[in-house]
């Protein structure tokens, strides 16, 4: 069997996925980000409308059950706040228009003391360029020294239009975006389809992301992928489709266990899945 699972890649270690029970929270929950530690379930409901979309906290009660803790103190405003994602070190980070309309950029840093946020910051030096360029989500690093992230532009027609990954780096206290990077994505990013929602294992060897297609006249499609690279600052191979994953569902996770939490859409409802990890 393993030598099976070796065979077909690390996309085929997933197993059925199953949902996730938040006690105390009968909302939308989308673009989950589980703890390093595992310890901690990081989410905003849903994000239409902007200004009705918050970030949320829940405690780990098991595999498949947390406890609701509330909005995150400190973290919300009147526009969209979403897509957190926290580093081992406390640095906390997560997408919001608050700014977007007189500073042009929409990431946020600041500090997670266990139980609220303090010490916001904007992030000017990310955002990939005036608008319509933008950054719509990213994931922090465990080690907090790199910053995944998309780079995003609208069109005036159509909504999103292009949509590639990018990594940032901290240095001196202050992040810089980093191009000299961009080649350990050669393998991810393509010109037919929008790359999203980064994820990245603990040692950053694995990384995670949904590929979103539009295909003419056809509904749009869905699918998380799984790259990953021998070095950790070596570019990534060519990504595996994770076939455990499907339909609309987006924004993995990584678990400290390898298992993979993310969103899906069922009955109308965005809820928050666990696919298990059947392999090293």
Do not use: H, K, M, Q
């Given at each position: 069997m393993s030598y099976f699972l070796f065979a077909l890649g690390l996309a085929a270690c997933f197993g059925q996925p199953q949902d996730v029970v938040i006690e105390g929270y009968r909302d939308h929950a989308m673009e989950p980000f589980i703890a390093r530690d595992g310890?901690?379930?990081?989410?905003?409901?849903?994000?239409?409308?902007?200004?009705?979309?918050?970030?949320h906290w829940a405690t780990?009660?098991?595999?498949?059950r947390f406890?609701?803790?509330?909005?995150?103190?400190?973290?919300?405003?009147?526009?969209?706040?979403?897509?957190?994602?926290?580093?081992?070190?406390?640095?906390?980070?997560?997408t919001s228009l608050r700014a977007f309309e007189t500073r042009g950029a929409t990431i946020w840093t600041g500090r997670w003391d266990g139980d609220s946020l303090s010490r916001l910051n904007l992030e000017m030096a990310l955002r990939p360029g005036p608008p319509p360029h933008f950054n719509m989500d990213g994931e922090l690093a465990a080690g907090g020294d790199r910053f995944y992230v998309s780079d995003n532009r609208w069109a005036l027609i159509g909504g999103l239009r292009t949509s590639d990954l990018r990594v940032a780096v901290r240095e001196n206290g202050h992040w810089r975006r980093a191009p000299e990077f961009d080649?350990?994505?050669?393998?991810?990013?393509?010109?037919?389809?929008?790359e999203y929602a980064p994820a990245t294992s603990e040692d950053e060897r694995e990384l995670y992301f949904t590929r979103l297609t539009r295909p003419f006249l056809r509904p749009p499609r869905f699918e998380t992928f799984v790259a990953q690279r021998t070095e950790e600052n070596a570019p990534f191979g060519a990504p595996e489709r994770i076939a455990a994953i499907n339909g609309y569902a987006e924004a993995p996770t990584v678990a400290p266990d390898g298992a993979l939490y993310f969103h899906a859409m069922a009955d109308g409802r965005f809820t928050i899945r666990r696919a298990p990890r059947?392999?090293?």
């Open positions: 310890e901690t379930l990081f989410f905003n409901n849903r994000n239409e409308p902007p200004r009705e979309t918050d970030l780990r009660v098991n595999d498949l406890r609701y803790r509330g909005r995150i103190p400190n973290a919300n405003s009147g526009a969209l706040d979403g897509v957190p994602s926290l580093a081992r070190d406390g640095t906390f980070a997560f080649r350990w994505f050669a393998a991810i990013n393509t010109d037919s389809a929008l059947a392999c090293s």
